[in-house]
């Protein structure tokens, strides 16, 4: 009785699963097929997909795995991240919590002081510039990227030192930075992080019971997918989480078809779900409608019924073949997303697909759009996979012929090591192990293998072994007046077309308190006389006339002017005594010797 009650409840279930994966609506009788093709043609580990019309959710299912290796399932339950689709949350937040009392034309002095401008237009900037990406800096996204912080105020402070491109509100640019002003907005007025505002005004409501903000969370829970990317011989790689804590307001959702389909609903019924109003029907309107021109948006001659390239606040808007569309996609290491309605139609739409960078999202949801609003069926499949093989036709890779062969560094490696520091990006220190340099960037381990002169390749530390395939970025490495490396400059695509300068801070060098007692005296020279004393571990040098300059040890008896660059003293002492019997002044202009005096 027991063994026919299990198998019994075994059939019921078995049914219902397939039940579940079905759908009698006469609009999707192809529908698997085509997402079949579209797993295979863009080598996709997997993807879920859910639409929902109205009150009610009409489909939704997963196709490939979410663990490709371990060919587990994608189901509509299947976490994936879903990267910048978070920025209407982060937008729909800071209007819930402004209410009617607040304006989002606020300047954002009001809201977030800390936030400041390198030519000082924060005077001039409103809550909504920051919505609507026309502040007029750039993206810059290599500054958080690979220069990477949990620190959300270290990663605003960065903003100060970016280079405007545009006039206020004259341009339309992507900046993450302005999200992350976002989320600190509504973590300045609530006294709580973003997350937990997030958790409290939408996820809660919504039912969006395991939709997190953390990749350690993803990592554990039973039905979240893992990422991957398609290699240059079309394999399928997995690929790590990328921790995108600092910078969260600007994309760190992990969320499933199921539950964003909810997020749909809200958007679809005018801010209210089920009885529930959790957004006012005036910011609903004013989302998703046109607040800054994207582009031209002009009909093109494949597609004359797509136009439109607008943007709301956190949504992207177009005309797809008559319907208004309302989408905003997502790309994180490992996953790609879209989330998308049609107000009119009071259709939604959500593709979430677990590789790096695809188009097929977009490819599925036009595919489902076509049949749901009853318009004509595109094989968007077929063209966009024939626009992306073209790309992959790339030439033989020859030997490279920039590389001047035969020469080697300037200094020894481990003059290369230090810290170095840009302000609009970030810093990295580079050490030395075993005759190796070694970095870490983004969240990979590097080493720095010599290109040519002073100019090394970044490459990848895999399994603690050096990768010697070509390197994303090189390093130049300059020396300065001292003979010393001052600087490294990497090309990151900065808006002054330069590449990006950063200073170094050699390693700290400690000296006992005998040998900077050794350094103390007077020095004359040209009948000026130089006094060296110690205050605190600290050599200074009394210049007459001028001041009294702190000095920072660089090893080997040399010391550099604090306030000065390209000023320095290195003492000379007695190599049989060890005495201290003069000092040299290096500057720029020559470098001047001054002898020690009995005192």
């Not at 290599?142 to 030192?161: E, G, K, P, T």
């Not at 509504?186 to 997190?212: C, D, Y």
């Not at 790309?331 to 107000?343: H, K, Q």
């Amino acid at each position: 009785m027991r063994l026919n009650l299990l198998s019994l409840l075994f059939t019921c279930l078995c049914s219902l699963v397939f039940a579940q994966n079905q759908t009698t609506d006469k609009r999707l009788t192809d529908i698997d097929s085509i997402f079949n093709k579209v797993l295979r043609d863009y080598r996709l580990a997997g993807f879920s997909v859910a639409v929902v019309q109205g009150d009610s959710l009409i489909y939704s299912k997963g196709f490939g795995y979410r663990d490709y290796e371990k060919r587990l399932p994608a189901t509509p339950n299947t976490l994936y991240a879903i990267g910048s689709s978070s920025k209407a949350f982060t937008a729909a937040l800071v209007a819930k919590l402004f209410g009617d009392s607040l304006s989002l034309d606020d300047k954002i002095g009001k809201h977030l002081p800390q936030l400041h401008f390198q030519d000082g237009r924060e005077a001039q900037v409103t809550v909504r510039d920051l919505m609507t990406h026309r502040t007029g800096i750039t993206r810059y996204d290599f500054s958080w990227y690979i220069f990477n912080s949990m620190r959300r105020d270290s990663l605003l402070q960065r903003v100060a030192f970016m280079k405007p491109t545009a006039d206020l509100r004259t341009k339309w640019q992507y900046n993450n930075f302005m999200y992350l002003a976002q989320g600190m907005i509504a973590e300045r007025m609530t006294g709580k992080t973003w997350e937990e505002n997030v958790n409290q005004h939408f996820f809660i409501p919504l039912g969006m019971k395991r939709s997190n903000f953390s990749i350690n969370e993803m990592a554990v829970d039973t039905n979240a997918s893992l990422g991957y990317t398609v290699t240059e011989n079309d394999s399928i790689k997995k690929i790590p989480y990328y921790n995108l804590k600092g910078m969260g307001p600007a994309g760190s959702i992990n969320s499933s078809v199921l539950e964003l389909a909810n997020w749909l609903k809200l958007w679809i019924n005018g801010g209210t779900y089920g009885k529930d109003t959790l957004l006012s029907k005036s910011y609903i309107r004013d989302a998703a409608s046109s607040q800054m021109v994207i582009g031209s948006g002009l009909p093109g001659a494949e597609h004359p019924d797509i136009h439109m390239s607008n943007y709301g606040l956190g949504w992207m808007l177009s005309s797809y073949k008559g319907h208004y569309r309302v989408e905003h996609g997502g790309n994180i290491d490992g996953f790609s997303a879209s989330v998308c309605f049609f107000p009119s139609d009071k259709l939604g739409i959500v593709v979430l697909t677990n590789q790096n960078g695809s188009a097929a999202p977009d490819v599925i949801r036009n595919s489902l759009a076509d049949r749901f609003l009853n318009l004509s069926k595109d094989n968007w499949n077929t063209k966009s996979v024939k626009q992306d093989s073209t790309l992959k036709d790339t030439p033989k890779k020859e030997k490279d012929m920039a590389r001047v062969q035969g020469t080697k560094p300037s200094h020894s490696l481990g003059d290369y090591t230090g810290m170095y520091q840009n302000d609009a990006y970030g810093r990295f220190h580079i050490s030395i192990d075993k005759d190796t340099l070694k970095t870490h960037l983004t969240q990979d381990s590097l080493w720095l293998s010599h290109y040519h002169y002073d100019v090394f390749d970044f490459k990848q530390i895999k399994n603690g072994l050096a990768d010697t395939s070509d390197g994303q970025f090189k390093i130049n490495f300059q020396t300065g007046l001292e003979g010393r490396i001052v600087s490294a400059t990497l090309d990151l695509n900065d808006p002054s077309g330069e590449p990006v300068v950063f200073k170094r801070e050699a390693n700290p060098v400690t000296i006992g308190d005998e040998q900077l007692q050794a350094y103390v005296g007077t020095y004359e020279v040209a009948g000026m006389r130089v006094k060296i004393t110690v205050d605190k571990g600290i050599i200074f040098m009394d210049v007459p006339g001028q001041t009294n300059y702190e000095t920072i040890p660089q090893g080997d008896h040399l010391f550099k002017l604090k306030i000065l660059n390209g000023f320095s003293v290195r003492f000379e002492t007695d190599p049989k005594t060890g005495k201290v019997s003069a000092l040299y002044a290096i500057q720029p202009n020559g470098t001047f010797k001054a002898t020690r005096i009995n005192d």
